[in-house]
């Protein structure tokens, strides 16, 4: 999908941006996200009915706090550590991190639990306990 679909839309300032329960972007699109967020916006498609589509601002004056939501922080992390500027003009960041079997039950996962360990005390580490929910 591309990250700016031509046709002008009003744009909806949201001071959270959830990314993402549906799809682990953290994990697999970072890129993505980062070229959305040089843009300024993003569109989203409601999965519910197509022809519905937002044009969400990312700029870091709408935008108070991101929820990230993943099973494995490791692109997320690089992607921070590439771009810390970018990130830190947002106010806050927020990781539900959900840490729930070995890789080998979930094989898509594509990294071992004890990395996942790893990433959560970066996590911590770097924003604090209150800004890490794990389960």
Same mark, same amino acid.
């Given at each position: 999908?591309?990250?700016? !679909?031509?046709?002008? $839309?009003? &744009?909806?300032?949201? +001071? &959270?941006?959830?990314?993402?329960?549906?799809?682990?972007?953290?994990? %697999?699109?970072?890129?993505?996200?980062?070229?959305?967020?040089?843009?300024g916006?993003v569109d989203?498609?409601? +999965?519910?009915? $197509?022809? *519905?589509?937002?044009?969400?601002? !990312?700029n870091?004056?709408?935008?108070?706090?991101?929820?990230?939501?993943?099973?494995?922080?490791?692109?997320? &992390?690089k992607?921070?550590?590439?771009?810390?500027d !970018?990130?830190?003009?947002?106010?806050g960041?927020? %990781? *539900?991190?959900?840490?729930?079997?070995?890789?080998?039950?979930?094989k898509?996962?594509?990294?071992?639990?004890d990395?996942?360990?790893? *990433?959560l005390?970066?996590?911590? $580490?770097? %924003?604090?306990? !209150?800004?890490?929910?794990?389960?």
């Amino acid at each position: 999908m591309d990250i700016a !679909l031509s046709e002008k $839309r009003p &744009i909806i300032r949201s +001071p &959270i941006i959830s990314c993402s329960r549906r799809t682990d972007i953290p994990a %697999f699109l970072m890129d993505w996200v980062i070229k959305a967020v040089e843009i300024g916006y993003v569109d989203v498609i409601n +999965p519910f009915n $197509r022809n *519905q589509i937002s044009r969400i601002s !990312l700029n870091p004056d709408d935008v108070k706090c991101w929820v990230w939501w993943s099973k494995n922080f490791g692109e997320w &992390i690089k992607a921070y550590e590439n771009n810390i500027d !970018l990130f830190n003009s947002y106010k806050g960041h927020s %990781f *539900q991190f959900t840490i729930n079997s070995p890789s080998e039950l979930e094989k898509n996962i594509g990294v071992s639990l004890d990395d996942r360990f790893k *990433q959560l005390e970066w996590l911590t $580490r770097e %924003f604090s306990l !209150l800004a890490v929910n794990y389960r």
